[in-house]
């Protein structure tokens, strides 16, 4: 995801690292990477691959910037090594805010909500609607699907410490308070998210419509999903969205 912005900024050389967890290689990502244009790939990933970047090992050369998204770990590694190497930002937890006009089946909108929730027990998964019903609805829908779900702990406590459902008067009070929040990842659930676009103004990636998830954007679709938390889509520029 970040090759291609830095081939297009005219990086000489782009090297990869990547987890391999129990030493299984994943091919796809390997031929993902060959498409894009990487380098050289090193299987490790963690704290230890942004350790291993910025100051160089037998095996590992120092670059001059890491950029890229990870857990809290990465995210703390990459503070630590700013000024020795350049980073692109401090990103994550992950964050998905849905806006949603209440005429979306709401086990759609749980998966949607569960799509980050997974990713970490510190993600964030908001849902706003001026539909109180559905609000209600999308609830049971969350409590049905849960015990369903390979990684099911995880969004447990994402879902009871972080996640939130929020009634709203109608879309345009949905978009002031997303404005806010400035999300990492927007959905614009609703009938004309092309009208109600012109109504947001922070956010790093948004996906419209009801068939546009946000998953999407994580594993098919743009050039780049390095993008802005914590409210950082407020003034720093993203190069991903839909």
């Known amino acids: 995801m970040n090759a291609i912005p830095a081939k297009v900024a005219g990086v000489g050389e782009v090297i990869m690292v990547v987890p391999t967890p129990d030493g299984v290689v994943n091919e796809l ?20 691959a942004v350790g291993a970047l910025a100051y160089g090992t037998q095996t590992i050369p120092a670059v001059d910037k890491i950029v890229g998204p990870g857990n ?29 006009d209440g005429k979306t089946d709401p086990d759609w909108i749980a998966m949607d909500l569960f799509s980050q929730a997974e990713h970490d027990e510190q993600a964030q998964s908001i849902l706003i609607s001026p539909d109180a019903d ?24 994402s879902m009871t410490d972080r996640a939130a459902l ?26 004309d998210p092309e009208n109600l676009v012109d109504e947001i103004r922070h956010a790093g990636a948004i996906f419209m419509g009801r068939y546009t998830a946000e998953a999407l954007g994580d594993y098919c679709a743009g050039p780049n999903h390095v993008l802005p938390t914590s409210g950082d889509g407020a003034f720093l520029l993203s190069s991903g969205g839909l």
């Open 29 to 48: 990502v390997l031929a993902a990477a060959a498409i894009a244009g990487v380098d050289r790939v090193f299987c490790v990933g963690g704290a230890q």
């Open 72 to 100: 809290i770990f990465v995210a703390t590694a990459k503070r630590e090594v700013f000024g020795t190497v350049g980073i692109d930002m401090i990103a994550g937890p992950s964050e998905i805010l849905v806006i949603c």
């Open 166 to 191: 929020i009634h709203v008067a109608d879309l345009s009070e949905a978009a002031r308070v997303s404005n806010r929040i400035a999300p990492e990842h927007l959905e614009l659930s609703v009938e």
């Open 134 to 157: 559905f609000l209600d609805a999308v609830e049971a829908s969350i409590n049905k699907l849960l015990p369903t779900m390979e990684r099911a702990g995880i969004i447990a406590t």
